[in-house]
Every structure is written in C-alpha cells, then in structure tokens.
C-alpha cells in the first residue's frame, strides 16, 4: 500500500536537484514534439483529403481515423503491440528491414501519435470545413492548382483552428500514458516518458519523486497554455483579423 | 471571339437547360432570384458540372460531356466577378490581384499589377486588407483581379447589388468602361431590369432555368415574346385576351376592347401594357382628331404611392373603386404631370395607346 508522505518544497528541490536522472522530461518532450509534427502533417493531409468525399466509404474511413479516440489507450496500445509485434505485420516488415520498434523511443513516438491523431484531424477538418468555399473557387478560376489552393488559400484561413488542433495534440501525446506503456514499457532513459516515471515512482513509493514530476508536468502546460494565450492574442491582433 | 454554351443541368427544384451564344457585346442575363442565373454562371467558370451539354470558347472546348471533355476551372481563361467579391480576406489588395499572375516574373508582375489597378481605378491602397475596402473598392479590385489572368470571357454574378445605392451608377460606368475596352464575351447576371437594360447590349431573360428571350435588348422590351418575360421585364399591367378582329382585341379582365397596332400573328391570349405607357388625356385638351381618340377609358383612383420624382397611381376602369382596394392598371406618372390634373373631378381619362399595348401568346 502507499502510505501517505509528508511533502516539502525543500524535499521536492532536493529531488529535482539531485535527480541525476532528467530523462523522463526529455523523453516526454522529444516524444510530444516528434508526435505532433508526425500528426499535424498526417492528420492535415487525412483532413484535406477527407473535405473532398462523400459516401460510405469516407464515413468507414472517419470511424478508423476516430477510433482511437474512443477506444480505451490499453486497447490501443495492445492493438499497435499486435502490429508492430514479432508477428505482426509491421513488425514482420521492419524485421525484414533489421530492425524492431516494441519497446524503444520510436514505440512512445506511435503510440502518442495514433492516440493524438484523431483530435487533429476532427479540428482540422473542421477548421477546413470553415473555410468560405468562394474563396477556394476564386483561385481557381484564377487558375491556381489544386495544391496551390490548400498552400496558398485554404491553410491560412484555417491556421487559426488548425494551430489549436497542433496544441491538443500536444497535450494529448504528453499526457499519454495507456498504450505508451503497452507499446514502449518503462525503460528508463529511453521510453519512460514522465506520466510513465510519475506511475513507477508511485507504485515504488516514492511519493516525493512523483511529486516532483508531477510538478514539472503541470509547469510544462502551464507555459504551453500560457504561450497559446499570447500567441492567439498577437494573432487576433495582426493583419487581416484587426479592425 | 464567341462564347457558346449549351448545357443541362437537373437542380433540386427545376432543370436548367439553356442554350445561347455571346459575341464581344455584353449579355445581360436577367432573371427573378432562384432563376438558375448564378448556377450558369457557376456551370461555365468550371465550377459546377452539368449533366451534359458543350461550351466552347474561342474555339477551345471547355466541356463536351459526348466527348468527355471537361477543362477544369483553372484551365479555362474564365474570368468570374463573384457576388460578394469573395476577396481573398488574409491578402492585401496587391497581393489578391497579384495571385492570378503567378507564373509571371517579378517586375513583369509589378507592372502589370500597376496596369490593372489603373484600369479598374483601384490605385492607392494596394497595402490594404479587403475588410478595410468599401464596397466600390472591394468591387474595383475584385475586377482587377478578375481580369489578372487576362480571361477569354468574363463572367459578372450581381456586381452592383452589394453596392449602396449612390456608389451604382460610378461603378456601372466603370464597367462600361472596361466592357469598352475588354470587348470579349462579357456575361452579366442581374435580377434588376435597368440594370440588365443600360449594362447589356445583348438580353437573355431566365426563368425557371430556361431561356425564356433572347435577343437585341430594345426588342425585347418592345415585343416580350410571351406575359412572362413582359413580366420580368417589368411590365406591371396585363389582361386576358380575346381577339375580335386583326386589330381589335377583347381586354376580358379590364371589360373593355382595344384597338392594337400590332396585327396578330398568333391568337393573344393576354394584353399587357408598361405602368409608365399609360397615358392621361388631360381634360383642358381638346378632343384630338383620329386615332388618338383610340382606347381611351373613364377611370377612377383607388389609391396611390410615390416616390421622389414620379407616382404611381392604382386605377379602377369604369366605375368608382370599392372598399377592398381592387384595381385595373398601375400608371406610373411624374409628378409634374399628375400636378395637373390630380384636383381635376374624377373620372379621369385613361389612355391606352395602340402602339404600346404589349400583345402576349401563351
């Protein structure tokens, strides 16, 4: 059982200041930031890709892209453990190709990448489906091609959602922990990210470390929301938004 | 430089299917809204798909749905003016213009975004966003941009609808203007008769997505092929009709006989006539000799609306109005005129001239 430890600042910076270890923050943020830019541009794609079609087979799409969302993390990290396994399909290519992912850093990259995929591309679409269709039509009769159209065009006018998008994607990777653990495990150094240090050093006891991290992850989002705050204001404020 | 078009297109509520070739005078394209003005529009920049039908420009064939030829959009050289402009709102005015010369290099660019400015009066706030532009600014710079990519025709959805009212005739004769110059098959949609009348050389009258005229606009107004283009054409007053003779018809909602000018090549089956044709014999004149003494009728007024130059007046023939307000014709007089004889005693004199009574088949 845990037993409740009496926690003081002084104990925290002791930790903080004497963990040799630092890893985890590392971990986390190499894992978030890699994460996002693989979702952002996947998810960007799938969004664009999305607006053009109708039909069955673009709402069987929609519930695959979403699926994650819904499903419990451990059901999909066992399921991308069940792919990228020894005898799974991916993982049978990437052994052809010499090389594993299960339980290295590239496994705490996927799993917050599927699991923050579908926040990006329900925003995206969104945020594209905002657009006023004229503005793309006039491009077009101006004779501008379809990719100068999403570049040039339909991408600025929907920076704004897709920029909140890229944030809750963040979020949701530094915050993963379910299929992190399935999928990467906990080896400290190379995929204990911190929600993952924050679990063992619970489970070992060690109520002052976990507090610590704890606190490291609560000042990271603090900065991130604080730096979408004036980011956002700076936006409402340039060009065309003002008057 | 021709335009022709022939396309079908089902809508939700009714087909479009029209047919028309425009020359290098402009086509004024009138119609009431939900006519299926914006969809042709829409249907030849590229930006719809008809179901089937041809359009070939200059030549170059843009949509043969036989031949399974459809050019997109991007490839036909059609210049659009949308309704509401539909400027790029996260660009300059420069940088909007400049967006259809792409492939040009820089200075080549520059002057020709400096050139077309000039041509559309849109100088002197190229630094500007569009939401900082008034309505005749937004207009000027979206023909600019319009004609950057120098369209083989140009296509104009309501250009001057989103303007105020004082701005319309300064932008209508700008674009007189560059139709002066541009001399390419320029299409104009509008819902406004004096519009569609004063901007168009050419008239084609929608309705319900068919061509319900088309032709010089002059004769269009003077002879309406049938009562629903009289009707979209503005005229206000119409009566069924029964021929007695070549010039003699029965007006049976009006309870009296015309004599008409025109001989009647097909049975008319209504008479019309425009609100500002009808005339008012004024009593101090006397009794003109010969045909003026045609159609001439007693009336009385049932009631009246004005507007800062002229009036319209609400006429019951034959008898004094009743209490529900029910009325034969509407004459629209100025008020000069009505000056003269609105203390005279009623009856008035109602005039219905031969030479302007509007002759409709079904």
Known sequence: ?243 | MSLQVQIAKQLPNFGLDVSFTAGETPLGILGPSGAGKTMLLRCIAGLEQPDRGRIELNGRVLLDTAGRVRVPARERRIGLLFQHYALFPNRTVAENVAFGLHNLPDDEKMRKLAALLDQTHARGFESRYPRELSGGEQQRVALARALSIEPEALLLDEPLSALDTHLRSQVEAQLQETFGVYRRPTLLVTHNIEEAYRLGEQLLVLARGRVAAFGAKGEIFRHPPSLEVAQLTGCKNFSRARAISDHLVDALDWGCQLRVAQTLARPAAHVGIRAHHIDFAEPSSAPAAGSNNDNIFPCWLARSSETPFRITLYLQLHRPPGESGEYHLQAEVFKEKWERFRDTPQPWRVRLAPDSLLLLPD
């Open chain 1, 1 to 243: 059982m845990i037993s409740p430890v009496p926690i003081h600042l002084m104990s925290i910076s002791l930790v903080l200041a004497d963990a040799m270890d630092w890893s985890p923050v590392r971990i986390s943020l190499e894992t978030s930031v890699t994460a996002t830019l693989i979702t952002l541009a996947i998810g960007l794609a799938a969004a664009a890709w999305r607006e053009r079609r109708r039909g069955p087979a673009a709402a069987l799409v929609d519930g695959i892209f979403l699926l994650p969302l819904v499903l419990p993390p451990t059901v999909v990290g066992f399921l991308l453990l069940l792919l990228f396994g020894r005898n799974g399909p991916f993982g049978q290519l990437l052994l052809k190709l010499g090389t594993t992912v299960v339980f290295s850093w590239p496994a705490t990259v996927i799993a917050a990448a599927v699991v923050s995929f579908p926040l990006m591309y329900l925003t995206a679409r969104a945020a594209l489906e905002q657009v006023d269709s004229r503005f793309l039509e006039a491009a077009r009769t101006l004779g501008a091609s379809e990719w100068r159209v999403f570049r040039e065009i339909a991408l600025p006018l929907a920076w704004p959602g897709v920029l909140a998008g890229t944030i809750l994607s963040f979020a949701r990777a530094l915050g993963e922990f379910g299929a992190t653990l399935m999928l990467a495990g906990n080896i400290p150094g190379r995929t204990a990210t911190i929600p993952i240090a924050i679990y063992f050093a619970v489970e070992s006891d060690d109520m002052t470390r976990a507090f610590a991290w704890c606190a490291v992850d609560v000042a990271i989002s603090l900065v991130l929301l604080a730096g979408l705050y004036h980011w956002t204001r700076a936006q409402g404020r340039a060009r065309w938004m003002r008057r």
